[in-house]
C-alpha cells in the first residue's frame, strides 16, 4: 500500500516526473479507470476518505455485473495489472472484478484516492462544518483543504494527475486497470487532455463502476507532455436493464 506526499504537476509539467525527460517513444498502454460500485454510509454521515464502510450490497451487485461482462467480453484479457485508492470500496471492487482478469491480485495506491480530509476525517458532517466560519461556508475555495493537514481540491487533482503518468512509465505496453473515485478521474481528463482547471468541474458525472480508457502511445516533446488517447468515457453498459443481470 503506498501513500503519497504530494507535490504538483500540471500539464506541461510532465518533465519533472522520474524517466519523463528522457522518454523518446512509448509503446501504447492502456490505462483503464473503473469508477467504484456505490458504498454504503456512516449514519450520521462522516468525512471518510480511507476507512469508509465499503460496498453497499446495490454496490456489490453492480460490481458483480462488471465482473460478468469483463469475463462475457474479454474486453480486458490480458491485464497486466489491477491497482485500486486505498478506499474499501475500491478495494473492495477490485476483488470483486479479479476473476475476470486472470485472478490479479489488487494492490492499493494512495495517489488514486479521493482529497485527503486531514484533522476532520471521521467527524460527523454536520459537526465538521459547525467548525467552519459562515464566510468559509458561503466561499467554497478548490484551493484550501478541509482542515489542517488535509488536501484541497487542486492539490488531490495534481497527485492523482502525477499518479496516473508515473502508472504508465511504470507498465508500458502494459494494459493497467485502476478502480479509482471521481476527483481521480477528473484529473485523468484534466491532465491528458490538457484542459485549464477550472473545467475540471464541469466534466459529466461518471456513473458507479462506469469505464473510463486511455491509451498513452506517446509525448508530445515541445509541452513535454504524455500524449494519451481517450477512448471511451463513463462506459456503464452492464448496468443497462437485460444486460450481464442487470434487472
Avoid at 478548490?142 to 502525477?162: C, I, M, N, W
Wanted: aromatic share 6%; proline share 7%.
Amino acid at each position: 500500500m503506498r501513500r503519497w506526499v504530494t507535490g504538483p504537476v500540471r500539464p506541461g509539467e510532465a518533465a519533472k516526473i522520474a524517466g519523463m525527460a528522457e522518454l523518446r517513444e512509448l509503446p501504447s498502454t492502456r490505462l483503464v479507470l473503473i469508477r467504484n460500485g456505490i458504498q454504503r454510509y456512516h449514519e450520521p454521515p462522516r468525512l471518510i476518505d480511507h476507512d469508509d464502510l465499503g460496498l453497499s450490497d446495490e454496490g456489490r451487485r453492480m460490481a458483480e455485473r462488471l465482473r460478468d461482462r469483463l469475463a462475457a467480453t474479454g474486453e480486458l484479457a490480458g491485464a497486466t495489472r489491477l491497482l485500486s485508492s486505498n478506499a474499501r470500496r475500491c478495494i473492495e471492487t477490485a476483488q470483486v472484478i479479479s476473476p475476470a482478469l486472470g485472478n490479479l491480485q489488487p494492490e492499493s495506491d494512495c495517489g488514486f484516492c479521493e482529497p485527503h480530509a486531514g484533522e476532520c476525517e471521521g467527524m460527523v458532517v454536520e459537526e465538521w462544518l459547525a467548525t467552519l466560519g459562515e464566510e468559509r461556508k458561503a466561499n467554497w475555495s478548490p484551493y484550501a483543504p478541509k482542515s489542517p493537514g488535509g488536501e484541497s481540491y487542486r492539490v488531490a487533482l495534481e497527485r492523482a494527475a502525477r499518479a496516473f503518468i508515473e502508472t504508465v512509465l511504470a507498465n508500458k505496453g502494459g494494459t493497467v486497470v485502476i478502480i479509482t473515485q471521481t476527483v481521480p478521474l477528473r484529473a485523468s481528463l484534466w491532465n491528458f487532455l490538457g484542459l485549464p482547471f477550472h473545467a475540471s468541474f464541469l466534466y459529466p458525472e461518471i456513473t458507479d463502476t462506469g469505464i473510463t480508457e486511455w491509451v498513452a502511445d506517446g509525448w508530445l516533446p515541445e509541452q513535454l507532455q504524455m500524449k494519451a488517447r481517450l477512448v471511451r468515457y463513463n462506459d456503464h453498459a452492464h448496468l443497462l436493464p437485460g444486460a450481464w443481470g442487470s434487472p
